[in-house]
């Protein structure tokens, strides 16, 4: 099993719609984020979580919320789903301890769109 | 200024030729340098990692930090059909919160 795993996969979903993004780990590592990758742009953070009582926003949280419910597990919401997020989103996982020499492990990321 | 940029290419090379790829940053505060690899529909693979500046080897990679001149780079020797990937820099000043560049895509081919 991957250390990060991403579900689902592939989504396309219809404007206003509601969707969750789910992550799970098993790293053991505390700290989680969510990304999104468009061409051209690179990868933005999108919300990050130190522990499970500490969450972040990123730099583009508008129209995103997020839930840790376990050290484990990170999930990424789309309260109203519009076109603009069509996107690949990617979950990562750090270790405080060992960062600086393992950096990231992200997922296989999930391809959204929105129609 | 952007905190990080990388040209995007994309660029394409012959097999065995020597590939660079660069970035150049802002904030002096940064001091944790990574190269990630990132596949098609995959998601970013760390590849190297380097504190401060210098010079890292591993294998046919090396990556290069001048913290005086705000520019780091990683190389390539003999590259390998199988080097084609987009390569991201990334950045930390030790906030454990990585500043990405946007990505460089290699093409190197047979």
């Known amino acids: 099993d991957a250390d990060v795993t991403q579900t689902p996969r592939n989504r396309i979903t219809k404007t206003g719609k509601r969707i969750m993004l789910e992550c799970s780990q098993t790293?053991?590592?505390?700290?989680m984020y969510w990304y999104r990758q468009d061409p051209g742009l690179g990868l933005r953070l999108i919300y990050y979580?130190?522990?499970?009582?500490?969450?972040n926003k990123g730099e583009i949280s508008d129209g995103y919320s997020v839930s840790r419910q376990a050290q484990a597990k990170f999930s990424l919401s789309l309260e109203s789903a519009i076109p603009n997020q069509t996107a690949l989103y990617f979950c990562?996982?750090?270790?405080?301890?060992?960062?600086?020499?393992?950096?990231?492990?992200f997922g296989s990321g999930t391809r959204l769109t929105v129609v | 200024q952007k905190e990080v940029e990388q040209d995007p290419g994309p660029l394409s090379v012959p097999e065995g030729a020597i590939v660079s790829l660069n970035c150049t940053y802002s904030?002096?505060?940064?001091?944790?340098f990574m190269w990630y690899r990132q596949y098609s529909r995959k998601g970013p693979e760390l590849l190297m990692y380097?504190?401060?500046?210098g010079n890292k080897e591993d294998g046919r990679f090396t990556a290069q930090v001048d913290k005086s001149s705000k520019y780091i780079s990683l190389f390539i020797r003999d590259s390998q059909p199988s080097d084609s990937a987009t390569y991201l820099c990334?950045?930390?000043?030790?906030?454990?919160?990585?500043?990405f560049g946007k990505g460089t895509k290699l093409t190197v081919n047979p």
């Open positions: 380097t504190y401060s500046s």
């Open positions: 904030n002096s505060a940064f001091q944790y």
């Open positions: 990562a996982t750090s270790d405080p301890k060992g960062y600086a020499n393992y950096g990231y492990t």
């Open positions: 990334a950045l930390s000043g030790g906030s454990e919160k990585l500043v």
């Open positions: 979580s130190f522990d499970v009582k500490d969450i």
């Open positions: 790293k053991g590592h505390d700290r």
